[in-house]
């Protein structure tokens, strides 16, 4: 029992920390997107499911022929060891980024996460053929919930304790021999399987199904007359295991969406959902008597209240519900609704002999929940449909799971109420859908996220403005009518760093190169004979920023675009000669930390003139950059500057930028001199670096009081 219980505790520990391992090291060539993470979340309940599949094909085997077959599949996969990807993995722009990340993860942890997977039920299934007594045998699921537990240990000690301390390098290294312990502590729990099976010949777990008549081949397995008397699971089971499963995935991965990217982009809030739906897994798989903590009665009426709540908050003070509500609200949501779908997965599980099949169902539904939301919702839906579809459709699985209590007056309350709550979060869904198309004139979605061009005001009116939206931050603004459309507006303002950097350092026939394309605003400071290059990974911003806004039709300089990480980007390029460089991706509070390393700096560097200036856009309200910027520039001897603008204009933005320059005549300039603010270090701060960098260690201290309660609200 020991040795089972550490070899799936050690498994699963390994299974979820290798998930932030391998995504940080891959994160920098794909933009540091959300959708990155999304996407690897796909890959990994992909192999999820491959190992329980070979898990259940494997346990028709004979015993020793299955022990053999797994020791040498576990020795194989040392061979895929360290784990660290290939640079020949890095994209060039031009390809569609789902693919090459699913293929690099492939190559790079496929074999070891596969063996990682198949674990949890493999040694649940030699468990249960080891211990013919059903009371004992039943006490398999437990393992479950430890296995939930180890992952959701994995989960947590990476954020909060490994990335905080060790380089990514490191952290690979480390993962690799912890695997190779795995594969001992793994080998030696096949062996014993092998030598502890009491009928060698007789069908394993989850082998009655290839037999008609249940009873005869539960005789023909020498099973005990309690196990003889289980059915095998029938088609209607594997529906609702496969339904729960898939609504509980999609329901996580579509919370995580809409709380990082619709409410507020605060660093680690992807952690949280993540936690609740494995603490979920524990809390109904384990429990007084190994019942579990789920109860129909009391948990039913909970869960499709905060069903409706969530339905209201998608439209709730015009899409932007305050953080101090949102958060919770969401959260809540997501633990009651994974407690309802799991709760119910536990009560309808079947008898250990049939356990690789129910895990192989759940793994099927979890993979094809992800992938709706990964991959099929961005190219189907324009907007993020898949919440409030998933919002319905979980009070609809209570219908489902509820509706034979009709029969009964005293409790019939429950389907009635689940009709309720599929027609409140219908009703919300609806108007979701027609809140989102208000005042937008355009609207786009692709592995980077949903765009939104939003005017409320016929373009005669000389107020009428345009937006460029993504979730809750704005990424640009223009006025519409032709006397006032080269008016720089939001965070680029002639008295920002940016804007101030741009008129100071060599004025007449600048090269700007600008990395964050968003409406192109930074190109109307661009004159004849100037010329502005800008970088942008999105293609869809790119086409948007071309015929939605004016800028760059209308700017005086030529005007080039770049497809694109911006950093492989520079890397593959010839130096520039930029006058200035402005790093303009950080105004979205989801932090690409690849652009603000010593590595990055370097090839800033290399493109800039020997007195030109790099700016960076370090405006965030969750997160203190300037100290990392200014760590860097140390290092190269080179001068950061912080510059803070809170215009009394109502068109521009308050705004913080470090211009990193050696240009004497720019820092002596007085009306620099005149905004510079001083840039407070953070006590252990470190220069980042590709191979170690940590946003906990720059995380502003911040209450739930006023300082939380403020979000963007540009929709108004």
């Known amino acids: 029992m020991i040795l089972y219980a550490a070899t799936i505790l050690v498994s699963s520990f390994l299974l979820f920390l290798v998930q932030p391992i391998i995504a940080k090291q891959i994160l920098p060539w794909f933009g540091g997107s959300a959708a990155v993470w999304t996407t690897c979340l796909v890959f990994f309940q992909l192999a999820l499911l491959a190992g329980y599949a070979y898990s259940d094909v494997s346990s028709r085997l004979k015993p020793r022929t299955q022990s053999t077959l797994h020791i040498a599949l576990l020795v194989a996969s040392l061979a895929s060891l360290p784990i660290l990807a290939g640079a020949g993995w890095k994209p060039t722009g031009s390809e569609d980024p789902i693919l090459r990340i699913l293929g690099l993860l492939a190559a790079t942890i496929g074999l070891p996460y596969f063996m990682l997977s198949t674990t949890g039920p493999l040694v649940q299934s030699w468990f249960a053929r080891e211990h013919t007594d059903p009371a004992t045998a039943r006490r398999v699921y437990r393992f479950f919930a430890l296995s939930n537990f180890g992952s959701l240990v994995g989960l947590l000690a990476y954020p909060f304790a490994i990335e905080m301390w060790v380089s990514t390098q490191v952290q690979a290294w480390g993962w690799s021999a912890a695997y190779a312990l795995f594969v001992a502590l793994c080998a030696a729990s096949a062996w014993r399987a092998r030598r502890g099976a009491a009928a060698p010949d007789a069908a394993p777990a989850g082998a009655a199904a290839a037999v008609p008549d249940a009873a005869s081949a539960n005789a023909a397995a020498g099973a005990p007359a309690d196990v003889r008397a289980d059915p095998p699971p029938g088609a209607r089971d594997y529906a609702l295991w496969f339904a729960l499963a898939a609504l509980a995935s999609m329901l996580l991965l579509a919370i995580s969406t809409h709380i990082t990217q619709n409410v507020a982009s605060v660093p680690f809030l992807w952690v949280l959902p993540l936690t609740l739906y494995l603490l979920t897994f524990v809390l109904c798989f384990e429990g007084r008597g190994g019942r579990g903590w789920y109860v129909r009665s009391l948990w039913l009426g909970p869960t499709l209240v905060i069903l409706g709540l969530m339905s209201w908050g998608l439209i709730a003070e015009r899409g932007v519900l305050r953080i101090d509500y949102a958060v919770p609200l969401y959260c809540a949501g997501l633990f009651l609704a994974c407690m309802f779908c799991h709760g119910e997965l536990a009560h309808a599980k079947p008898a250990p002999r049939y356990l690789t099949r129910f895990y192989l169902m759940l793994s099927v539904g979890g993979a094809a929940g992800g992938m709706f939301v990964g991959l099929a919702a961005p190219r189907l839906f324009d907007i993020y449909w898949e919440l409030p579809l998933g919002l319905a459709a979980c009070a609809l699985m209570a219908l489902v799971v509820t509706r034979r209590l009709f029969a009964a007056p005293v409790t019939a309350f429950a389907p009635l109420a689940a009709i309720v709550a599929t027609g409140v979060c219908a009703y919300y869904a609806n108007a979701y859908g027609k809140f989102m198309k208000e005042d937008t004139i355009r609207v786009s979605r692709n592995f980077y996220g949903a765009l939104r061009v939003k005017q409320a005001l016929p373009d005669e009116n000389p107020n009428a403005i345009r937006r460029l939206m993504h979730g809750v931050i704005m990424h640009g603004e223009q006025y519409v009518g032709r006397d006032r459309r080269g008016v720089i507006t939001s965070y680029y303002g002639d008295s920002s760093g940016v804007g101030m950097a741009i008129e100071r350092i060599h004025p007449d026939g600048q090269r700007v190169g600008v990395i964050g394309l968003g409406a192109g605003t930074l190109a109307a400071y661009g004159g004849k004979g100037d010329v502005f290059r800008l970088y942008e990974i999105n293609p869809q911003v790119i086409d948007i920023a071309s015929h939605y806004f004016y800028y760059l039709a209308e700017s005086g300089a030529k005007v080039e675009t770049a497809l694109g990480d911006a950093r492989l980007v520079l890397e593959r390029e010839a130096p520039q000669k930029f006058d200035v460089l402005a790093v303009d991706a950080f105004s979205s509070d989801a932090i690409p930390v690849h652009l603000i390393t010593r590595e990055a700096l370097a090839v800033y560097l290399r493109h800039i003139k020997p007195d030109g200036a790099v700016a960076f856009h370090v405006t965030n309200r969750y997160l203190q950059l300037a100290p990392v910027v200014k760590l860097l520039a140390d290092e190269v001897g080179m001068e950061a500057v912080l510059i803070t603008d809170d215009p ?59 300082d939380l309660r403020r979000l963007f609200r540009l929709d108004d």
């Open 648 to 706: 009394d204009d109502a068109d521009l933005s308050r705004t913080d930028w470090v211009i990193v320059t050696r240009n004497r005549a720019f820092l002596d300039d007085p009306e620099v001199k005149k905004k510079r603010a001083a840039i407070e270090p953070l006590p252990g701060l470190k220069p980042w670096s590709d191979d170690f960098n940590n946003l906990f260690s720059v995380l502003k201290p911040v209450s739930w009081g006023e």
